[in-house]
């Protein structure tokens, strides 16, 4: 019977390794890593799974960088992310994350990324320090641009530009909620409080990043979203894109938070307007606002930014 440890090809009866014995060292197992390869990848299939799972334009997006950044996933190399601006890297990590979660190689994935320090958000704080103090986007530059904006679009795509800017949503947010406007406003809008009950319609409206709870109406702005037309973010973007002229609707959500703060609307209450919620202790455990009477604020605050944009 051989001795423990004594096997062989390994040593000689000392236990001297034998001058032609090569080391047996376990490889690692490689083959999940090595098995994404833009030949072997059915991206036909992946672009069903995106589109199943996301929003189409994220799903869009996904699929784009997904393309054109596997060979990161393939040779486990991050290094040509690291000299993008952030804000395309995050974009990049994101369709990465969806790519190694489909082919089952995310731990290793967020693995590489965590070596390498790269997080999901910015936290630069000399950043967001340049962007308040860029003069190219003050609120009276944007708003501006917003009345350019409005004087070129047909009335029905304008509409959808001041309902955006007046809610303080997001792009697709705002033809969603005209769209839902036009088709079940009865169970749409709270007509105690007469604010729009975003929150009811989960699968539209809060998302895993981003969320929308409600939405302060005043009677003009009701009338605008009932003459908006709710298919036409791209039928905007197709327009403006015809003649040349910036898509810039994400103004619309700048204007709307700047404005409330100018008319002495706590933080708090339009974190809340725009689908944040603080993880501060106070928001999170004390903070108890009346709000009747905040609605109320918040309307006069709407109607000066109408007359603003009329």
């Given at each position: 019977?051989l001795?423990?440890?004594?096997e062989?090809?390994?040593?000689d009866?000392?236990?001297v390794?034998?001058?032609?014995t090569?080391?047996?060292?376990?490889a690692v197992?490689?083959?999940s890593?090595l098995?994404?390869?833009?030949t072997?990848?059915?991206w036909d299939?992946?672009?069903?799974?995106l589109?199943?799972?996301?929003?189409?334009?994220?799903?869009?997006?996904?699929?784009?960088?997904?393309?054109?950044?596997?060979?990161?996933?393939?040779r486990m190399?991050i290094?040509?992310l690291?000299?993008l601006?952030?804000?395309?890297?995050?974009?990049?990590?994101?369709?990465?994350a969806?790519?190694?979660?489909y082919?089952?190689?995310?731990?290793?994935?967020?693995?590489?990324?965590?070596?390498?320090k790269?997080?999901?958000?910015?936290?630069?704080?000399?950043?967001?320090?340049?962007?308040?103090?860029n003069n190219?986007?003050?609120?009276?530059?944007?708003?501006?641009?917003?009345?350019?904006?409005?004087?070129?679009?047909?009335?029905?795509?304008a509409?959808?530009?001041?309902?955006?800017?007046?809610t303080?949503?997001?792009?697709v947010?705002a033809?969603?909620s005209?769209?839902?406007?036009?088709t079940?406003?009865s169970n749409y809008?709270?007509s105690?409080?007469?604010?729009?009950?975003?929150?009811?319609?989960?699968?539209?409206?809060?998302?895993?990043?981003?969320?929308?709870f409600?939405?302060?109406?005043t009677?003009r702005?009701?009338?605008?979203?009932k003459?908006?037309?709710?298919?036409?973010?791209?039928?905007?973007?197709?327009?403006?894109?015809k003649?040349h002229?910036?898509?810039?609707?994400?103004?619309?959500r700048?204007i709307?938070?700047t404005?409330?703060r100018?008319?002495?609307?706590?933080?708090?209450?339009v974190?809340?307007?725009?689908?944040?919620?603080?993880?501060?202790?106070?928001v999170?455990?004390?903070w108890?606002?009346?709000?009747?009477?905040d609605?109320?604020?918040?309307r006069?605050?709407?109607?000066?930014?109408?007359?603003?944009?009329?």
């Open positions: 019977m001795r423990p440890g004594f062989p090809g390994i040593s009866s000392k236990g390794a034998s001058p032609d090569r080391l047996q060292i376990p197992a490689s083959s890593l098995s994404l390869t833009t072997q990848m059915n299939k992946y672009k069903e799974y589109y199943t799972n996301l929003r189409p334009n994220t799903a869009r997006l996904a699929l784009k960088y997904g393309k054109d950044y596997s060979y990161v996933i393939e190399d290094k040509d690291l000299v601006p952030s804000a395309k890297q995050r974009h990049i990590m994101k369709a990465l969806n790519l190694a979660k082919n089952g190689v995310y731990e290793q994935w967020n693995t590489l990324r965590r070596q390498h790269l997080k999901w958000s910015s936290t630069n704080t000399l950043d967001i320090f340049e962007r308040i103090m190219g986007t003050s609120y009276d530059k944007m708003l501006e641009y917003i009345k350019q904006l409005l004087a070129v679009l047909p009335r029905s795509h509409n959808v530009v001041i309902f955006a800017t007046l303080g949503l997001r792009p947010e033809c969603n005209v769209r839902l406007i036009h079940d406003l809008l709270n105690d409080l007469f604010i729009l009950e975003h929150f009811k319609w989960k699968h539209l409206f809060i998302r895993s990043t981003k969320k929308s409600i939405s302060v109406m009677d702005l009701l009338q605008i979203a003459t908006a037309d709710h298919q036409s973010y791209t039928s905007i973007y197709a327009y403006l894109h003649r002229l910036p898509m810039r609707m994400n103004y619309c700048k709307f938070g404005h409330l100018y008319c002495g609307i706590e933080s708090e209450m974190n809340l307007l725009e689908g944040r919620i603080s993880p501060e202790i106070f999170r455990h004390y108890s606002p009346n709000m009747k009477q609605i109320e604020r918040v006069k605050a709407i109607d000066s930014l109408a007359d603003q944009l009329a």
